[in-house]
């Protein structure tokens, strides 16, 4: 069953779910550790769709579970720059496996307004954020969250041009970091603002991005298969 999109979606529907209980039971007692399980889990669904044939996409799989694991430690401020990195690092290695495969995208200009219009609207939304909770980050934080909302805004822009290519997987990789997107949105909110109930919505958007991760994987790899032989 975890072989078809509905297996995955079913999977990770029920490890949302699992998350959810803990949190109504526990609070955030376990939250890092219940995340961890979750991530893990939804990797172990990863490996066995044989999404680690693109070593990029494994790669970013594998900085998504690092970050999580670090999550537990959050408080040391060690861990807590770590967590930030190991998440630039993961739009990064997205941006990598994404820009080489637009390279015969034509852009119009109703797409570069397009770009214009999201670059304007993702610096607002990074500024908004960061403004409201600088107050609260450790001396150093606020630039990796710039830097951080810079990658993200960059990829989201590459996802769109991405989705101008003629393979229809092309949507699944702009709904995943739409996903994440929010995730960190309300992650932030969430934790420096105090905010507890925000970590219901901080762990349904990431735990879909991931879900998101593993079609968009599976589609690709096949597309790719199919196409050239190999995964490229």
Known sequence: MLKTNLGVFIATIILILFNFLSIYKFGLKYFDETNCIVVFLLFVVFLYNKCYLNFKLLLAFVLALFANISLIYYENIVFSFLVNIFKL????????????????????????????????LGFGIIKLLIDSIEQNLEAGLS???????????????????????????????????????????????????????????????????????????KKYIAKSVSEKGRVI
């Open 89 to 120: 690092l993961f739009y990064v290695v997205l941006m990598w496996h994404v820009i080489p495969l637009q390279r015969n995208v034509k852009i119009t200009r109703l797409d570069w307004l397009s770009y214009i219009f999201v670059s304007f």
């Open 143 to 217: 630039l990796l969250f710039y830097i951080h909302g810079l990658c993200l805004m960059i990829v989201l822009i590459i996802a769109f041009r991405y989705n101008s290519t003629d393979f229809k997987g092309a949507k699944y990789f702009a709904f995943l970091l739409a996903l994440f997107l929010f995730s960190d949105i309300f992650s932030s909110f969430g934790y420096y603002l105090g905010y507890d109930n925000l970590s219901y919505l901080e762990r349904f958007f990431y735990t879909m991005g991931l879900c998101f991760t593993i079609i968009y994987s």
